[in-house]
């Protein structure tokens, strides 16, 4: 269990921003039947290749695309994923463009119908679906290895993203379908806490609005500035290509420049500006008044960027701090010591640019104000000091646990596209580990006290606090 605990902790950091995925060609009962099998072969040979190194290899595409591959034979499966610099911080002054026009993107093709398309790929028994966050707007593919199946299927994805047509009447269908989402998300409080949360903490900059937009900006949004998105930002030399599983590096080649056949090579957009570094004008707390039995809490502040070198004692004390469960002096104190919550966590959120740190939980209105007392008290306390055997504990956990991070295709393929979007060292999951072992409690408390700054800390409540 305390393995286990470390594991979902340590990948917190990552999965957090990625993109919501959203299947759009389900896979067929063929495909289902076999599943079962495919997982449980997929943990016995995953759980080997856990404890090696995981050999990435990177190369620049022809198209000026960036490769990254890692060849997985154990199965006989592929994995794709392909990563565009087109998240919401793109959207401009229409929120929500990026995620419309992921949404819509591979649903119609200048060759193939929706139901056409459907059909074609459960006959394949393979899946494809697209996701968006801040920072990036990404499609996948899932396949088997077989010539008959993979060919074709390939042919269909690369299809998706170079042929896509934005008709008006599924971009109608498809806003209603938001909308209506959108709309049940202004009734839920912890929709409501996290957008606050984001506009409080960054305000202007492109990472403060919603990733999905408002209601007023979606109801705004045209076809034109959905088909004029994908044409800036959906080019070759804005991409990056992750490719796991049972095929060589010539194969590999070959598939990352048949992908994009067709697409502009483009350019890469410029780089999203900083946001404003945090600054020391005392503690701001927001109430939204909303009626609801519990009130939802949201503090924190803007943290580090994705390859900062302090990232890993940052990310080591985070997880002694709130990021492993009920390890966690967060959870002790908040939920154990005083049973405020059923629970309470924190975790830093790195992206392009600096990315928040945040606090979360929820609790009954008439103990709101306490709970926030005693999330202070005990970020203060660890700030100054914290106990030795507790650091150790928490630090054999992570180090014992990492393998799991890295035992399935899915998981390598999900690493191994952030470090090719951020440009992180191709041995960052061999290092990791290590660099976590190597660090003091000097050099951690020394991280957390450079970039986290308790006396500068921002944060939301909705419900009804007393």
């Not at 806003?175 to 409080?200: D, E």
């Amino acid at each position: 269990m305390r393995l286990l605990t470390a594991y979902v902790a340590l990948i917190l950091d990552f999965t957090k921003q990625q993109p919501r995925t959203q299947m759009r060609l389900q896979s067929s009962p063929k495909w289902v039947r076999f599943t079962p099998f495919l997982l449980g072969a997929s943990l016995l040979l995953g759980s080997h290749q856990a404890w090696s190194t995981v050999n990435i290899q990177a190369w620049q595409a022809d198209n000026g695309a960036k490769v990254m591959f890692v060849h997985a034979p154990q199965l006989p499966m592929l994995d794709i994923k392909v990563a565009f610099d087109a998240g919401s911080a793109r959207d401009g002054e229409q929120w929500g463009v990026a995620s419309m026009m992921t949404t819509l993107l591979g649903l119609k093709t200048t060759q193939n119908s929706e139901a056409e398309l459907a059909d074609k790929m459960n006959a394949l028994g393979a899946s494809m679906g697209g996701g968006v966050n801040r920072d990036m707007a990404s499609f996948t593919l899932r396949s088997l290895t077989r010539p008959s199946i993979l060919k074709p299927a390939l042919t269909l994805f690369s299809e998706t993203l170079s042929q896509s047509v934005f008709e008006q009447s599924i971009f109608d269908r498809e806003r209603k379908r938001l909308l209506v989402g959108l709309k049940q998300q202004a009734l839920s409080p912890s929709s409501m806490a996290s957008k606050a949360f984001w506009k409080g903490l960054y305000g202007q900059h492109p990472y403060g609005h919603p990733v999905a937009g408002s209601i007023e900006t979606v109801e705004a949004l045209t076809l034109q500035e959905i088909t004029a998105f994908y044409q800036t930002y959906i080019v070759s030399q804005n991409a990056t290509i992750a490719i796991v599983g049972n095929v060589d590096r010539q194969q590999a080649e070959a598939i990352a420049e048949q992908l994009l056949e067709g697409l502009p090579i483009g350019s890469s957009p410029e780089p999203i500006a900083a946001p404003a570094p945090v600054q020391s004008t005392g503690k701001s707390t927001e109430i939204i008044q909303f009626d609801s039995s519990q009130t939802y809490f949201k503090m924190g502040q803007i943290g580090v960027e994705r390859g900062n070198p302090d990232y890993y004692a940052l990310f080591l004390g985070n997880h002694l701090l709130g990021g492993s469960g009920f390890a966690s002096l967060l959870m002790k104190e908040v939920r154990e010591a005083r049973g405020l919550v059923y629970g309470v966590s924190s975790g830093f959120a790195p992206m392009r640019q600096a990315g928040p740190w945040i606090v979360g939980l929820s609790t009954k209105n008439k103990t709101a104000k306490e709970a926030e007392k005693v999330v202070n008290e005990t970020l203060a306390a660890f700030m100054k000091d914290f106990d030795n055997a507790h650091f150790q504990d928490i630090k054999d956990n992570l180090i014992g646990g990492f393998p799991l991070r890295i035992d399935s295709n899915a998981k390598i393929i999900g690493y191994i596209s952030m470090i090719g979007f951020y440009g992180l060292p191709l041995d960052y999951l061999e290092a990791f580990p290590k660099a976590i072992e190597k660090l003091t409690k000097a050099e951690v408390l020394a991280a957390w006290q450079r970039h986290i700054h308790p006396e500068s800390m921002y944060s939301v409540m909705v419900g009804m606090p007393e």
